[in-house]
């Protein structure tokens, strides 16, 4: 059985087949939704139901309330429907097509940037290459057909190899694996790109990005766009950390900020170490945002890191003045055998 859903906005539609995912449908179908975790903890998805019915098969995800789902409010990338729908959802629409794929990938190089963040550099088959944007990601399939999703580190002009940061999760399957056993030459196989973490085309506003831990990676990527774009709209790059090693490449931001006017860069830590001699901003990443911006009302916001720094930041932030729609997230969600 399949069933068509219109969306209202543009008079788009296209066919779910039965018990599919209604974003995945789109997607196949080549309607582009905002979209980012894919597992509905980040809400980038969410839309409204203006007619017919939908279901969650995993249960009502965090990002919705029972009043809200009652109301029609849904996420999309975990929900089927169950009979023909009309949907109020932001619809992208990319001035570039790109292809989303299966590729084999050989392990370039592996290289520790901390103790528990690993740099993998993939090379590509040499007649292939992958056209994407910069916050995008890609999922490693594994031989159980499990998923493991990164962000991609590099910018698109370079697509020659992707470069991943890999944070380890003891005690998780793949992480475990890349840490202790895995080879240069190691072959994978990966599905991508996917997400909608980009900065918009459609803005000339000053711009803050926002990372915590290894969120840092599609921030570098954006970041290495824009300088490559020669785009000299204010930049603020915000990133949290625990402790200064957390920092794992600061010379990188540190050397942006040095060599470009328009780019500030604000490192923060939570919980920094007596030896760290740290004399720099502590607390929250959000917080010191926060603090520098009362109004936030004239800035488009990127934030890539784990959910509670993200949830907190938009709660921050809207009370500040910033429009929903100038805030793009990317929730770094683990893997269920990757968590402890």
Not at 157 to 169: A, G, K, V
Request: charged share 25%; with cysteine.
């Amino acid at each position: 059985m399949t069933f068509k859903i219109t969306l209202e906005a543009t008079g788009h539609t296209f066919e779910a087949e039965d018990n599919e995912f209604i974003l995945n449908a789109a997607l196949r179908q080549g309607i582009a939704f905002p979209y980012g975790c894919r597992t509905g903890s980040c809400g980038t998805c969410l839309g409204q139901v203006i007619s017919g019915d939908i279901e969650y098969p995993d249960g009502l995800p965090l990002t919705v309330m029972e009043h809200e789902h009652k109301k029609g409010k849904a996420v999309f990338c975990v929900s089927v429907a169950k009979s023909d729908l009309v949907l109020d959802v932001k619809e992208i629409e990319s001035s570039t097509d790109i292809e989303i794929k299966i590729l084999p990938a050989r392990v370039a190089s592996l290289r520790k940037l901390a103790d528990d963040v690993m740099e993998m550099s993939l090379s590509l088959p040499a007649n292939q290459r992958m056209a994407f944007r910069a916050g995008q990601y890609i999922e490693f399939i594994l031989r159980d057909r499990s998923r493991r999703a990164f962000s991609i580190a590099n910018s698109p002009s370079n697509d020659e190899t992707i470069e991943l940061h890999l944070r380890h999760i003891k005690g998780g399957t793949f992480t475990d694996h890349v840490f202790n056993e895995m080879k240069e030459k190691a072959i994978l196989r990966f599905e991508g790109p996917f997400g909608t973490f980009q900065i918009s085309d459609n803005s000339n506003r000053p711009i803050i990005l926002i990372a915590g831990g290894t969120g840092f990676a599609p921030i570098k990527s954006m970041v290495e766009e824009l300088i490559e774009k020669g785009d000299t709209r204010p930049l603020h790059i915000y990133w949290g950390a625990r402790a200064k090693a957390d920092l794992y490449r600061n010379d990188l931001p540190e050397k942006w900020a040095f060599q470009h006017e328009s780019i500030n860069y604000v490192p923060v830590l939570s919980e920094p170490n007596d030896d760290d001699n740290w004399q720099g901003r502590t607390g929250f990443v959000h917080t010191a945002v926060a603090e520098d911006f009362a109004d936030l009302s004239t800035f488009d916001v990127y934030i890539a890191g784990p959910p509670p720094m993200i949830d907190a930041a938009k709660a921050s932030f809207i009370k500040q003045g910033l429009p929903e729609d100038q805030l793009l997230s990317d929730s770094f969600e683990y893997a269920p055998k990757e968590t402890e």
